[in-house]
Structure formats: structure tokens, C-alpha cells
């Protein structure tokens, strides 16, 4: 197969680098791809969210499968076009994406399929949002309806800080038409963690469960981010909680998205709160997760073109996959400056050093290739720039050869959280 990824991130240099071992892939291209995912695939330089470009390109390189890694270009129908002109594609139709494009819409399919989450209200009148917070009163959850990045939540102590995100969303609209309607929902108590799930319309086969460190700073603390690290497995999301997220959850959702005439095909990725009414979903997502795909190819022992394939083809129901009892954990390495305006052009070295470290990977996620002088440099050229990822017996194992790698990479320019995977290893040290 010709196979092609979309996208330019660490997730889909994990993506690149497991579907580059698969037999069944003779030739690998990854649109528009970065330095690290030029070493397992052919990049082209066409924008993730070019869909003419992309189609056009399609078509003349005759590329029999297409998956599509981040949000964007399934928000804008790639999916649909590709399948329009006969391109077998692994991802949601527009229509099935907007289960994350938009909040609204997903809440109102969960009330309507009986997937367990939070009680909200949706608004699109400020005074109306505010009379409502003033009425459920405080801890309470503020979300813009669109996309924004990760950062259109507000998780609010008092009633004041509420209103005041009300109006930023609403009034100021610091996310644009993303703050044009507002969920408003109860606050929910628990532990946090993300489940993934193939899909081909009908048919979900479960993944495995990673938790991700959203916050800057140690100890979580500090601005979110777009996560800082994640590992797997979660020691709570155990086998019967595994089968009661895909009884409540997962397949409801796939049979809500079928019935409205919007069957969804691609990766589930719900965001849960484990709470002591069993878990509740805070959101989905229609892609992998980033970082946390980088640790479910970590520990995904099967080939995952066929799976992709199969999900493509309507055709999981008897599928199966298997894992790495390992661990697997993933250190994001940002740039100064993030999660605000990371510092851009600051040159990486030891990157070769780093992924000599036993059963570790270093993944690309915002890195450029530059020549200086006569040499050939990587530098930085975003937010989060690497992906240091591990393998090993436990989570504290694999903790320990990720960070014995991240201190080979010597880039002044940039940081890690020194604290990736605390809450397994805890747990692990009893
Ligand atoms: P979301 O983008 O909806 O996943 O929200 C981002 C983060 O905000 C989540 O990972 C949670 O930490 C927090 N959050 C979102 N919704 C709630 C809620 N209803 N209760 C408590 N925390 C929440
Ligand atoms: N790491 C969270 C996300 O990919 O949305």
C-alpha cells in the first residue's frame, strides 16, 4: 500500500514510525511531516488543512490510504472530499467531527444517547449564561462552544470567576466565534484520564486507557497547555472499568453519531472523570491524542495499518489488538516561552545521544531542519517541540529512562516538566 499520514506533530511521527514497520506499507508520505518524521516517511510540503492540496496530490500519487492525524483538516471535510474521489481514508466525515468541533453538539448527543457526563446549559445571550451560573452557584464549568485550542475552558472557584469568563468568551470573544455560545456545567470531582477507541461506523474496538499532565509546571500547576506528557497504563482504568467506558460511553456515543446520520469512523478519544459515580465524560475528541499517541504506539505490539485499515473498511468487529504489558510514557520538551509565545530557531543538539537510551524514541513535534555554517541543525519551530518517549517494565521504569534521555538533549532553548507520570508512580511505590 501507498499509504499517506496528515499532520505534523509528535503524534504523527508516532504514527509514522509504527506504520513505517508495518509489512503491508511499500511507500510512506507524510503531508507536510517535520525533521523526525523525514527519517521513517517521504514529507511533502502540503499544509495539513490544504484539502485541495491534498486531494490533488492524492490523486496524482495514486496513495491508497489516507490517515488523517489532527482536528483541523477533519473539521474542514478532507475526510469527505478524499472519500468524494474514491480514496479509502481512516478518520470522521465533517459531520461526524463535530462531536469536538463543537461542544453544544456533543452535549446535546450525550443527553440524547444517555452517555453519563456533567449537567450543563447552553447560551447564547450573556445575561441568560450569567443569571444561570448565579443560580447553580460555585465550583462551575465555563466552556467556549468551538475550538480554541485546548485553552476555551474555565474551571471556576466562585461565581464572579464565572461571570468574568462569560465575558471574555462572550463579550471580549478572546477565542474569536469559538466564544459565540457558551457551555455552562456542573463541576465534576475525580481523577482524570483518556480512553481511545477504533471505529468503523458501527463497531468500536477498545484501545487502552493513558493519562496526560496538562499543566506548565510541576506538579501541576501553571497555565494548561496542550499537554506536557502522558504514560500508560492507568493503573484505575482497570479491565471492568474498561468494558463499563465502552458499555456506557463508547458505544452509545457510536450508535448516537450512527442514528443522527453522522456514523463516525476514525479514533474515539474520550476525556473522562473517573468520579465515584463511575465515569463521566468530560469530552471527546475524533483524533489520537497528542502526546498520548506517542505512548499508545509505544506500547501497541500489532501492526496498526491493518486496524486502520479495518476501521476504514467497516470491518473491526472481529478485530483484535495486542499490547506491550510495558509501560509507556512520553516527556514533552517545550520551547521558552510556552504555553505563551514560544521562542522559535534555538538549536537542538544530542538529539542522536537521546534515542540511544534503551527502549526510547525521540518524536518530532515542532522542530525544523536548518543549515548553519556547513552543518545541518534542528531548531525549534514551536510549542512543543520533542516527544521524549520510554518503554519499561513500570511506569517508574519507563519515567526513568525518559528523563535519563531528555538530560542527553542539550537545548538551552527549551524545558520539560520533571515530573511526568508522578501519580503511577505513587501508586507503584505503594
Ligand atoms: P476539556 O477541554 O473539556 O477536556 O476541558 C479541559 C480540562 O478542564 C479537563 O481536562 C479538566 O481538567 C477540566 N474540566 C473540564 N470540564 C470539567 C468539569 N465538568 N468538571 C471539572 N473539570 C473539568
Ligand atoms: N493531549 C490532549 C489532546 O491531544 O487534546
Known sequence: MRVLVVGSGGREHALCWKIADSPLCDALFC??????????????????????????????ERID???????????????????????????????????EGSKAFMKD?????????????????????????????????????????????VVARTVAEAHQAVDSMM???VFGDAGRELVIEEFLEGEEASF???????????????????????????????????????????????????????EPTVRGLAAEGAPFTGVLFAGLMLTK????????????????????????????????VAAADGQLAHFDLRWHDDAGLVVVMAANGYPGTPEKGTVIDGLKDAAAVEDVVVFHAGTKAEIQGDKRVIVANGGRVLGVAARGPTVAAAQKRAYEAVDKIKWPGGFSRRDIGWRAVKREQG
Open 31 to 60: 503531508a507536510p511531516g517535520n525533521p523526525g518524521i523525514a527519517a521513517v516517511a517521504t514529507c511533502i510540503p502540503v499544509s495539513a488543512e490544504d484539502i485541495d492540496g491534498i486531494a490533488l496530490w492524492v490523486a496524482k
Open 65 to 99: 490510504f489516507v490517515m488523517v492525524g489532527p482536528e483541523g483538516p477533519l473539521v474542514l471535510g478532507l475526510v469527505d472530499r478524499l472519500r468524494a474521489e474514491g480514496v479509502k481514508v481512516f478518520g470522521p466525515t465533517a459531520a461526524a467531527a463535530r462531536l
Open 109 to 153: 448527543l450525550f443527553a440524547k444517547y444517555g452517555v453519563p457526563t456533567a449537567w450543563y446549559g447552553r447560551f447564547t445571550d450573556p445575561a441568560k449564561a450569567k443569571a444561570f451560573i448565579s443560580e447553580k452557584g460555585a465550583p462551575i464549568v465555563v466552556k467556549a462552544d468551538g475550538l480554541a485550542a485546548g485553552k476555551g475552558v
Open 171 to 173: 463579550t471580549e470573544r
Open 196 to 250: 481511545f477507541a477504533l471505529v468503523d461506523g458501527q463497531n468500536a474496538l477498545p484501545l487502552i486507557a493513558a493519562q496526560d499532565h496538562k499543566t506548565v509546571g510541576d506538579g501541576d500547576t501553571g497555565p494548561n497547555t496542550g499537554g506536557m506528557g502522558a504514560y500508560s497504563p492507568v493503573a484505575l482504568v482497570d479491565e471492568p472499568l474498561q468494558a463499563r467506558i465502552m458499555r456506557e460511553i463508547i
Open 277 to 308: 459515580d463511575g465515569p463521566k465524560t468530560l469530552e471527546f475528541n475524533v483524533r489520537f491524542g497528542d502526546p498520548e499517541c506517542q505512548v499508545l504506539m509505544m506500547r501497541l505490539k500489532s501492526d496498526l495499518l491493518p486496524a486502520l
